[in-house]
């Protein structure tokens, strides 16, 4: 069954609301993109307008930006320890933006979207 972002079909108060026209095709959506840790893997997406997404479904390193020497550098992704997003996403290690992951050079947070960019770009958390 396809993921359709359309109007509800019940009003405010829970009433049946009575449709006007049918679905269009530019209110389907996609299913997640999930990233998980493992070497890349990445899927090219026609999106409207026939432009592209890249859906990064692996990936196993993050580039990272330390706040305090503005230096960027290459790190190995070990875990994911906390995500917002979903409890649920931890123990599958589901990377999304703003999640938390442990990796060569300490606590990383997420401020990139994986599922929607192609890359996975961090800030360093201080503890």
Do not use: C, Y
């Amino acid at each position: 069954m396809a993921i359709w972002q359309g109007k509800s079909v019940r009003t405010s108060t829970g009433a049946r609301a009575k449709s006007n026209r049918n679905k269009r095709k530019m209110e389907f959506g996609r299913e997640a993109a999930e990233t998980k840790i493992g070497d890349r893997r990445i899927k090219t997406i026609r999106t409207k307008g026939g432009n592209e997404k890249i859906r990064l479904t692996n990936e196993k390193q993050i580039s990272v930006v330390d706040p305090k020497t503005q230096k960027v550098e290459l790190a190995e992704i070990i875990s994911v320890v906390e995500n917002q997003a979903n409890t649920h996403f931890v123990r599958r290690n589901i990377i999304t933006k703003g999640a938390v992951v442990d990796t060569s050079v300490g606590k990383v947070k997420v401020t990139s979207r994986p599922g929607q960019d192609g890359i996975i770009n961090g800030v360093v958390v201080e503890e």
